[in-house]
């Protein structure tokens, strides 16, 4: 029986030791902070001050992702509905047209995307104001 050496399966496991020179691809969170992209399209954050509550981010999500409730906070003394969007993390696949149509320019997509909740099974969120 003929014996045919493998070099490369041979030497191949020990190419993963040149990794440990390399830089990590991961961060040490939370002492090290991703950095923003511009364009990211992070969670939903909504100046409660300049949404009017007109509907057209809920009108407008296909997924059906938006909620208009009332606000706990102060809102604009203008906003006709008296309502506020809330997202269902669960649908939203973050395509940015609510965004889009807020004729305000109240809702926007921020850098951020960390989130903690007690219920795992409710991904419901309330856009932060700013
Ligand atoms: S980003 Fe897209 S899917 Fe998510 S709430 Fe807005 S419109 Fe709906
Ligand atoms: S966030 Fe913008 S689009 Fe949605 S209700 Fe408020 S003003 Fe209208």
Known sequence: MA????????????SAL?????????LNYPLEKRQDVP????FHV?????CVGCGNCQDI????????IEPLAEINPKNASGLVPRIDY??????????DVCGP????LAGD??????????????PRDE
Not at 39 to 42: D, F, L, M, S
Not at 46 to 50: A, E, P, R, T, V
Not at 116 to 125: N, Q
């Open 3 to 14: 014996w045919n050496l493998d070099i490369k399966g041979v030497l191949h496991p020990f």
């Open 18 to 26: 040149k990794q440990g020179f390399k830089r990590p691809h991961t």
């Open 39 to 42: 364009g990211y399209r992070g």
């Open 46 to 50: 909504n100046s409660l001050i300049g």
């Open 61 to 68: 999500c296909m997924n059906e992702a938006i909620d208009m």
């Open 90 to 99: 669960g649908r939203c696949c973050w395509c940015g047209l609510c965004a």
């Open 105 to 108: 320019g109240s809702l926007r």
């Open 113 to 126: 995307a960390i989130y903690v909740g007690p219920d795992a099974d409710s991904f419901l969120y309330m």
